[in-house]
């Protein structure tokens, strides 16, 4: 079912995120930060040695890379503020900290070398929380990694309320330990992924060898080419787990896009990053990668799940089998995995694999959306506006779902709703919102909001035109006038937000 479509309402094309997106160049974005010289708690020896040699590994495969080492609070936020407008036009923004953190009232913070603290208020005043850290990569375009290469004890004493820790770990080993008090299960948004270098209640080591164990896996591990990146930590984790009989297991939590990834070189030149269907992209995934999904699904991991469904959905493939694939996103859907959810929509209002169900494939795109699944609420929101497996059209409703995608930062959704507010279909919203939807849609990353912004800018409104210029300027990409007239000095600002320039 094809919904990019014309309304005849509306001066513009909208755009569905049923047809695959088109991506600007690859682009990898990491900050590294050491901490190791503390002044009022316990140093350590190897976290700068680790944050340089993981720079050093993330230069190599290709990473845009910002190195930190022994800064304080302030100093900290400066680099994370402008890590964050950076990393708006990367595919892949990643940070790596190594250095003392803490759990204070089921929140983790990381703490900087000046901190000085004595109780629950000077922890969270004087360190940066990981709700912070999340922030900083949040608008990356396709993928957000968080890695803390921290461990599970309390270095700063009694004085600091933490949770309980397993002090038979730390009694089991006299190599000093990258404190922290029971860093709290991390719950980042879909498309993140938090990596921790210990599990909760045990030590993650700060190691013996010039480098930590779990930094010295990850520089191993991320530099093999073509290894996918779910299967990239899991390896980690398991070599960590070697090396340290078992005392320190690396833990993840959050979960990755559909798409396959690969930090150093795809398989057969597929590109890092693709714009071509999900079940093209995880066909070129090697056999003895595939059986290592194979036992990830059966561990319950959903992306897993994911990555073989897409295999068995390439008819040109030899092992499509859509019946099978139906099978393994059930399984997902079970789970509570908001792409499968949206993936098994498909086959059913298609009827690949299934019987056409439309009553089933509606209850499953309103389930991804419940979830805030951005694909699907933009979807239901072209079904709603034109009708579709059994729904009457219901503008309002639509209109509300455009909404909802566009605040979650689909680039197609926030296109779209510009244009509705541009044709003054949304109440209360004029020509600056609409702009703010357009800017924000071209810092998210969709290649078709380029195209139309550059090749067809009349198809909005004079002062429309005019309040995106005022934001680019705002944002030092354009320093002409603010006419409406979408010129080469606009144009060259309008590619400059998106990152081309």
Same mark, same amino acid.
């Given at each position: 079912?094809?919904r !990019?479509?014309? /309304?005849?309402?509306?001066?513009?094309?909208l755009l569905?995120?049923?047809?695959?997106?088109?991506?600007?160049?690859? #682009?990898?974005?990491?900050?590294?930060?050491?901490?190791?010289?503390?002044?009022a708690?316990?140093?350590?020896t190897?976290?700068?040695?680790?944050?340089?040699a993981?720079?050093?590994?993330?230069?190599?495969?290709?990473?845009?890379v910002t190195?930190?080492?022994?800064?304080n609070?302030?100093?900290?936020?400066?680099?994370?503020?402008?890590?964050?407008?950076?990393?708006?036009?990367?595919?892949?923004?990643?940070?790596?900290?190594?250095?003392?953190?803490?759990?204070?009232q089921?929140?983790?913070?990381? !703490?900087?070398?000046?901190?000085?603290?004595?109780?629950?208020?000077?922890v969270?005043?004087?360190?940066?929380?990981?709700?912070?850290?999340?922030?900083?990569?949040?608008?990356?375009?396709?993928?957000?990694?968080?890695?803390?290469?921290?461990c599970?004890?309390?270095?700063?004493?009694?004085?600091?309320?933490?949770?309980?820790?397993?002090?038979?770990?730390?009694?089991?080993?006299?190599?000093?330990t990258?404190?922290?008090?029971?860093?709290?299960?991390a719950?980042?948004?879909?498309?993140?992924?938090v990596?921790?270098?210990?599990? #909760? =209640?045990?030590?993650a080591?700060?190691?013996?060898?010039g480098?930590?164990?779990?930094?010295?896996?990850?520089?191993?591990?991320?530099?093999?080419? =073509?290894?996918?990146?779910?299967?990239?930590?899991?390896?980690v984790?398991?070599?960590?787990?070697v090396?340290?009989?078992n005392?320190?297991?690396?833990?993840?939590?959050?979960?990755?896009? =559909?798409?396959?990834?690969?930090?150093?070189?795809?398989?057969?030149?597929?590109? #890092?990053v693709?714009?071509?269907?999900?079940?093209?992209?995880?066909?070129?995934?090697?056999?003895?990668?595939?059986?290592?999904?194979?036992?990830?699904a059966?561990?319950g991991?959903?992306?897993?799940?994911?990555?073989l469904?897409?295999?068995?959905?390439?008819?040109?493939?030899?092992?499509?089998?859509?019946?099978?694939?139906?099978?393994?996103l059930?399984?997902?859907?079970?789970r509570?995995?908001?792409?499968?959810?949206?993936?098994?929509?498909?086959?059913?209002?298609?009827?690949?694999?299934v019987?056409?169900?439309?009553?089933?494939?509606?209850?499953?795109?309103?389930?991804?959306?419940?979830?805030?699944f951005a694909?699907?609420?933009?979807?239901? +929101?072209?079904?709603?506006?034109?009708?579709? /497996?059994g729904?009457?059209?219901?503008?309002?409703?639509a /209109?509300? /779902?455009?909404?909802?995608?566009?605040?979650?930062?689909?680039?197609?959704?926030q296109f779209?709703?510009?244009?509705?507010?541009?044709? +003054?279909l949304?109440?209360?919203?004029?020509?600056?919102d609409?702009?703010?939807?357009?800017?924000?849609?071209?810092?998210?990353?969709?290649q #078709?909001?380029?195209?139309?912004?550059?090749?067809?800018?009349?198809?909005?409104?004079?002062?429309?035109?005019?309040?995106?210029?005022a934001?680019?300027?705002?944002f030092?990409?354009?320093?002409?006038?603010?006419?409406?007239?979408? +010129?080469?000095g606009?144009?060259?600002g309008?590619?400059?937000?998106?990152?081309?320039?």
């Amino acid at each position: 079912m094809n919904r !990019i479509f014309r /309304l005849f309402i509306l001066p513009v094309l909208l755009l569905s995120s049923s047809v695959g997106l088109v991506w600007a160049s690859p #682009d990898r974005v990491a900050l590294v930060i050491g901490m190791a010289e503390y002044e009022a708690i316990s140093p350590l020896t190897n976290t700068r040695n680790d944050a340089e040699a993981l720079a050093d590994t993330l230069t190599e495969i290709g990473f845009d890379v910002t190195r930190v080492t022994d800064v304080n609070l302030g100093e900290l936020r400066s680099i994370m503020k402008d890590f964050s407008f950076r990393s708006e036009t990367a595919d892949l923004a990643l940070i790596y900290f190594a250095g003392h953190g803490i759990e204070v009232q089921g929140e983790n913070f990381l !703490i900087p070398i000046d901190a000085r603290p004595r109780s629950n208020v000077d922890v969270q005043n004087q360190s940066v929380s990981l709700k912070e850290m999340l922030s900083v990569v949040e608008k990356a375009r396709v993928m957000r990694i968080v890695i803390l290469d921290s461990c599970r004890d309390n270095p700063l004493g009694g004085n600091i309320d933490t949770n309980a820790v397993v002090q038979s770990a730390l009694q089991a080993t006299d190599q000093a330990t990258r404190g922290v008090g029971g860093l709290a299960p991390a719950n980042p948004d879909r498309g993140t992924l938090v990596a921790f270098a210990a599990k #909760d =209640g045990q030590v993650a080591l700060d190691g013996t060898q010039g480098n930590s164990p779990y930094a010295r896996a990850l520089m191993d591990k991320m530099s093999r080419p =073509g290894l996918e990146i779910s299967l990239m930590f899991r390896q980690v984790r398991d070599a960590v787990l070697v090396e340290t009989q078992n005392l320190q297991e690396p833990y993840t939590y959050g979960s990755l896009t =559909g798409q396959p990834f690969y930090l150093t070189g795809a398989p057969e030149d597929q590109a #890092d990053v693709v714009a071509e269907e999900p079940s093209k992209s995880w066909s070129k995934l090697r056999p003895d990668q595939e059986s290592q999904l194979l036992a990830l699904a059966n561990l319950g991991d959903t992306r897993s799940m994911l990555g073989l469904a897409y295999i068995r959905l390439n008819p040109e493939d030899s092992r499509f089998d859509p019946e099978q694939a139906v099978s393994f996103l059930q399984r997902a859907v079970e789970r509570g995995s908001p792409e499968a959810q949206m993936e098994l929509a498909k086959l059913y209002e298609q009827g690949i694999g299934v019987d056409v169900d439309e009553a089933r494939a509606l209850e499953l795109y309103q389930a991804a959306a419940d979830q805030g699944f951005a694909d699907a609420i933009n979807d239901l +929101g072209f079904l709603h506006y034109q009708g579709g /497996l059994g729904l009457r059209p219901n503008p309002a409703k639509a /209109l509300e /779902l455009f909404e909802q995608a566009a605040d979650l930062r689909h680039p197609e959704a926030q296109f779209n709703f510009a244009a509705l507010i541009d044709d +003054g279909l949304i109440q209360d919203k004029g020509p600056k919102d609409a702009a703010g939807y357009l800017y924000a849609a071209l810092r998210s990353g969709s290649q #078709d909001v380029l195209n139309l912004l550059l090749e067809r800018p009349t198809m909005f409104a004079e002062e429309t035109r005019r309040e995106l210029q005022a934001q680019l300027q705002a944002f030092d990409f354009y320093s002409g006038s603010i006419d409406g007239d979408i +010129g080469p000095g606009t144009k060259r600002g309008i590619r400059a937000a998106y990152g081309l320039e």
